[in-house]
């Protein structure tokens, strides 16, 4: 069990840029969430799935941010013409069927100039 | 809409005495609840979960109590460390969708 793990950790972008970020879940963890998180916030719920289904997104989510996880396996979020109060520290957790417990990888912090 | 409350203030103690956080919850009825510890800089790390049906859980240190009636949950960490300094979070997931909604999160800083 290696854990969450996120690449990169660290990601400056211009305003406009598109960025994608990934995460690769516990191996036999069938459920994938997308989090973000801004200074003296909880994690805010963005999208999640299970094997390569997406079966929630966030209302809050624009039509910039997109999700995958093609092979059920790991994920990758995109973000499209970012703009700057899209700056924030991206969270990806995995946890499979019956088990309550999420597992946070360590994040992948965004700042958009 | 659901809505989770914790203390946004900074809770400062000192070492060896007993820090208590609160989370409030409202237009929900969770079947269970969840703390975590966010460290500055990394993702929440899970520490306990509590059912509906269960008034109080320890884990050594820490002990979770819920309320439904009151809509509240407590966390105590007894003899307290300044290694206990951390944010800590609850969490309740909206009930059979799987959708975690977290509280903003209380600083919590131990004095040595």
């Known amino acids: 069990d290696t854990g969450v793990s996120q690449d990169p950790r660290h990601k400056i972008t211009k305003r406009g840029q598109n960025v994608t970020f990934r995460c690769d879940p516990i191996?036999?963890?069938?459920?994938l969430y997308w989090y973000r998180q801004t200074l003296g916030q909880g994690p805010e719920f963005l999208t999640y799935?299970?094997?390569?289904?997406?079966?929630?997104k966030s209302r809050l989510l624009s039509d910039r941010f997109s999700a995958e996880r093609p092979k059920g396996s790991f994920s990758t979020l995109e973000i499209q013409r970012t703009e700057q109060g899209d700056s924030a520290m991206y969270l990806c957790?995995?946890?499979?069927?019956?088990?309550?417990?999420?597992?946070f990888g360590p994040g992948t912090r965004l700042l958009v100039l | 809409s659901q809505k989770i409350e914790q203390n946004s203030e900074a809770l400062n103690i000192q070492e060896g005495k007993t820090a208590t956080l609160t989370c409030n919850y409202t237009?929900?009825?969770?079947?269970?609840l969840q703390w975590y510890r966010q460290d500055p800089g990394r993702g929440p790390v899970f520490l306990l979960l509590?059912?509906?049906?269960?008034k109080e859980k320890r884990k050594e240190r820490l002990k979770v109590t819920f309320d439904t009636t009151l809509k509240q949950s407590l966390f105590h960490i007894t003899a307290s460390q300044p290694a206990d300094s951390a944010t800590y979070l609850c969490?309740?997931?909206?009930?059979?969708?799987?959708?975690?909604?977290f509280g903003t999160g209380t600083r919590l800083k131990v004095l040595a």
């Open positions: 957790a995995s946890t499979r069927t019956l088990q309550e417990t999420q597992y």
């Open positions: 191996s036999e963890h069938n459920r």
């Open positions: 799935f299970q094997n390569e289904a997406q079966l929630e």
């Open positions: 237009n929900y009825s969770p079947a269970y």
């Open positions: 509590i059912r509906e049906n269960e």
């Open positions: 969490a309740l997931e909206t009930s059979g969708t799987y959708k975690y909604i």
